[in-house]
T-cell receptor, first 110, second 117 residues
Framework: GENVEQHPSTLSVQEGDSAVIKCTYSDSASNYFPWYKQELGKRPQLIID?????GEKKDQRIAVTLNKTAKHFSLHITETQPEDSAVYFCAASDGNKLVFGAGTILRVKS | GAVVSQHPSWVICKSGTSVKIECRSL??????MFWYRQFPKQSLMLMATSNEGSKATYEQGVEKDKFLINHASLTLSTLTVTSAHPEDSSFYIC?????????????FGPGTRLTVL
């Protein structure tokens, strides 16, 4: 089955700096890669996703890149703000179930 | 659109009792719903996939007789934790799938915090 690895487990950045979180997946059949932001006690919130026929997608300060050959995808947050502090999860799907990475705690220091 | 609700939002029960959690898709029909469990400071782990009108598919290591899933309609799936024990205390989250036309996006419920004393 699919296995998703996520790094780093924690990331501290200064407000205004960029943050990058990386994930690798194992199943070449996976074709959908969402990123979620989760605040304590809340549901995961989809912040951006990418499908396997696209290499990069951007939405304001957030971007995701996908390298199908290497089976890795990354989340890029620019101009970080204190409200970006949360736990971020990557996930991979083969069209049915989602397999999540272990999560990254992002702390943005003001 | 694509709103998923869960009830209750939190529940405290005694060891040995059963607890039912409801997951509803409020503005769409969900042929497939998913149940996840999330322990503190951990990721979401898929427990089972629930298809309307058929038996749920459980992930390896999840006891189907302990975690009963019923998906009797296109808008409601229920998870019953039978004979709950303290180790079942967790955050249970459901999600619903709009279908192939939505390219796999899942919509998550707000979660249910279960505490077993």
């Amino acid at each position: 089955g699919e296995n998703v690895e996520q790094h780093p487990s924690t990331l501290s950045v200064q407000e205004g700096d960029s943050a990058v979180i990386k994930c690798t997946y194992s199943d070449s059949a996976s074709n959908y890669f969402p990123w979620y932001k989760q605040e304590l006690g809340k549901r995961p919130q989809l912040i951006i996703d990418i499908r396997s026929n696209v290499g990069e997608k951007k939405d304001q300060r957030i971007a995701v890149t996908l390298n199908k050959t290497a089976k890795h995808f990354s989340l890029h947050i620019t101009e970080t703000q204190p409200e970006d502090s949360a736990v971020y999860f990557c996930a991979a799907s083969d069209g049915n179930k989602l397999v999540f990475g272990a999560g990254t705690i992002l702390r943005v220091k003001s | 659109g694509a709103v998923v609700s869960q009830h209750p939002s939190w529940v405290i029960c005694k060891s040995g009792t059963s607890v039912k959690i409801e997951c509803r898709s409020l503005d769409f029909q969900a042929t497939t719903m998913f149940w996840y469990r999330q322990f503190p400071k951990q990721s979401l782990m898929l427990m089972a996939t629930s298809n309307e009108g058929s038996k749920a598919t459980y992930e390896q290591g999840v006891e189907k007789d302990k975690f009963l899933i019923n998906h009797a309609s296109l808008t409601l799936s229920t998870l019953t934790v039978t004979s709950a024990h303290p180790e079942d205390s967790s955050f249970y989250i459901c999600s619903a799938h709009l279908g192939w036309t939505s390219y796999n996006e899942q919509f998550f419920g707000p979660g249910t915090r279960l505490t077993v004393l």
